[in-house]
């Protein structure tokens, strides 16, 4: 491709470069695109025939070759929006997904009270918990990750959302909780079977592995949260929790069996049984 390739073309080069490795071929080269101007989606499509400068084309030709590679687009970017948000995202985390902002809106739809007690375990990003912040200015959440690099990643994002009030700490599941009256305890664990061959393909290959899956076929961490959560929360506060979406049932007869009632499954945009409250 020339140097004076417009838009338009550079979109359509990108196109046939990621069509065979992305689903989202055409979607993956505008955002690279709108990253690359630093101008919004609708630019694109207002100037197709402006041309890209050199150092514009160079920089989205290597933007795009990543992509070609496997990494993901927010890995390129350094970005995701969650919740109408920006997280900023690396490799130590899970790049949140857009069917965890059903687990958000679950969580807002809850009556509680108004200066709510709040806990995320496994927050990564910190996506769910932020997102929860910037609509409920008086929760009181503290988000915890046992990741190090997740902690440091969440409390970047913390300051560049202006969410201060935000608590993270690093933490094993509950280990360094010392509260007992948590109103609403939120998570969105690693829930995949180990077995699992979606594993080797498209972008969770470069997520890390201990975000997404537990043993027992993917339980472990749902059971052991929601076995111990009912020590946290105080008397008729909630739990609730993201899963697979063949994970449901089971995890609503676990609840039930360790006593959580109301239990019920809400679904996501696709239609699967997402999360679990109880
Ligand atoms: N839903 C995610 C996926 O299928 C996994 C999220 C998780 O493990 N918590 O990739």
């Known amino acids: 491709m020339t140097t004076q390739a417009t838009i338009g073309e550079a979109l359509q080069w990108a196109f046939v470069q990621l069509q065979n490795v992305s689903d989202s071929a055409n ?3 505008e955002t690279l ?11 694109l499509y207002a100037w197709p025939e402006r041309a890209l400068t ?9 933007m795009v070759q990543r992509r070609a590679q496997g990494r993901p687009v927010a890995h390129i970017v350094g970005e995701r929006e969650f919740w109408s948000l920006p997280f900023m995202v690396n490799d130590s985390t899970l790049i949140p997904r857009p069917d965890t902002e059903i687990l958000v809106e679950t969580a807002l739809n809850l009556t509680l009270p108004d200066n709510a007690r709040v806990l995320d375990l496994g927050t990564g990003t910190g996506a769910i918990a932020l997102a929860l912040a910037s609509e409920r200015p008086q929760w009181r959440i503290t ?5 190090e690099d997740a902690v440091a990643l969440a409390m970047a994002n913390r300051e560049n959302l202006g969410l201060s009030r935000v608590e993270i700490l ?15 305890i939120v998570s969105n664990p690693p829930y995949i079977d180990e077995q699992d061959e979606h594993l080797s393909q498209g972008d969770v290959r470069f ?53 959580y009632d109301k239990v019920a499954t809400v679904r996501d945009f696709g239609s699967n049984d997402r999360c679990t409250l109880g």
């Not at 050199?54 to 290597?62: L, R, S």
């Not at 472990?220 to 959560?229: E, K, Q, T, V, Y």
């Open 33 to 43: 695109m709108q990253y690359c101007l630093g101008k919004p989606r609708s630019y």
């Open 170 to 184: 690093q933490s094993d599941w509950f280990s360094a909780v010392k509260d007992r009256d948590f109103d609403l």
């Open 27 to 29: 979607i993956d080269a």
């Open 207 to 259: 997520e890390p592995i201990s975000a997404l899956t537990a043993a027992d076929e993917g339980f472990a961490d749902l059971f052991h949260i929601a076995a111990n959560a009912r020590d946290f929360l105080r008397p008729g506060g909630f739990l609730l929790l993201e899963h697979g979406y063949a994970q449901a049932l089971a995890l609503r007869e676990r609840l039930t069996e360790l006593g």
């Open 54 to 62: 050199q150092e514009q084309w160079k920089h989205f030709e290597q």
């Open 143 to 147: 988000a915890l990750d046992k990741v």
